[in-house]
């Protein structure tokens, strides 16, 4: 089998969800500026690796979820969180299949390699190595792993560029893919068997509760596409008051709970506008199906964000 590798440059935040590398994600940019991803996926026979780089501060949420093990590690720390767990330079996460992901990354700069392994490989690669069946997860874990363990998979992608596959032969690059697939799973089999199960959650307390309020209001808000968004529903649905939910999107993504929900529909918004057709939909039938009644706010905030009117990107240009 041929190794390949797919890359892929992003600049519009409402196009990005994660299909590159088999996985439905929903992703919303915190601050303003000109968004810029870079993702580049090797395929390996049951396993990808994937190496993304990301220039703004995002929230993401798997939307369905991915159905094979994930293990991610970062280059360096930042502000924010993997998952409910502090994102730290070097240190090695995995998540189980049909695992509900969710993150935030509260800075700018944002690197990181993963791998996603489809259930059959990793158990019998595990049944092999360990002499024993796998030890199934349910929630995020944590690797004992030292950083250097896991630098090549913050490298491999150096490894499969055009340049220096260019005067490898068929035979030498199936067998790079091999290798590349043997450290992958090579990897995780060590990481399970030595791992401990996270327990960010009995650590920080706060941010758990926190990661679930967001998470009901925001459930809420995509349940409930065309209404408005008020702080009084939130504020129900949550069974919370309204400083106590304002403290919950503030410890979780930084901004407010309507500036955020806001956000969230914008980009809702600019997908279904750029896959919409200029001559049986207009602007104000997509603003509304979003929950936007006021046309003219509509219209500045989606300018504000996204640096042109709703009509140009209906239009395509």
Not at 78 to 87: L, S, V
Not at 112 to 131: A, D, K, M, N
Request: net charge neutral; glycine share 6%.
């Amino acid at each position: 089998m041929e190794l390949v590798t797919h890359e892929q440059t992003i600049t519009d935040p409402a196009e990005w969800d994660g299909s590159l590398f088999g996985t439905q994600l929903e992703l919303v940019q915190l601050a303003g500026g000109e968004f810029r991803s870079r993702q580049s996926v090797t395929e390996l026979r049951g396993v990808q690796i994937l190496r993304l780089k990301m220039n703004q501060p995002i929230t993401v949420r798997s939307r369905p979820l991915t159905l094979r093990y994930v293990a991610t590690t970062f280059d360096r720390s930042h502000a924010g969180h993997y998952a409910g767990a502090a994102i730290e330079g070097g240190r090695l996460l995995i998540m189980p299949p049909a695992f509900d992901f969710d993150a935030c990354v509260s800075n700018s700069g944002f690197h990181c390699s993963s791998i996603f392994v489809e259930p059959e490989h990793l158990r019998c690669y595990y049944q092999t190595l360990v002499g024993e069946e796998i030890r199934e997860i349910n929630s995020l874990t944590i690797a004992r792993k030292k950083a250097t363990s896991t630098q090549w998979l913050a490298d491999w992608h150096r490894m499969v560029t055009p340049d220096s596959l260019a005067s490898f032969t068929r035979q030498q690059r199936h067998n790079m893919q091999e290798s590349l697939r043997d450290e992958a799973l090579t990897l995780l089999v060590e990481a399970l068997s030595t791992s401990t199960t996270c327990n960010t959650v009995g650590k920080t307390p706060r941010l758990s509760k926190a990661r679930s309020l967001v998470r009901l209001a925001e459930d809420f808000a995509n349940s409930n596409p065309e209404n408005g968004v008020r702080m009084v529903d939130l504020c129900h649905v949550a069974g919370v008051s309204e400083r106590t939910l304002q403290y919950a999107f503030q410890t979780c993504l930084g901004i407010s709970p309507i500036s955020y929900l806001k956000r969230l529909r914008l980009h809702r918004a600019r997908r279904l506008l750029k896959s919409a057709d200029p001559k049986r939909t207009t602007v104000s039938e997509i603003a509304s199906e979003c929950g936007f009644w006021h046309f003219g706010e509509f219209a500045h905030a989606y300018r504000a964000h996204f640096d042109e009117s709703p009509s140009e990107t209906l239009r395509g240009h």
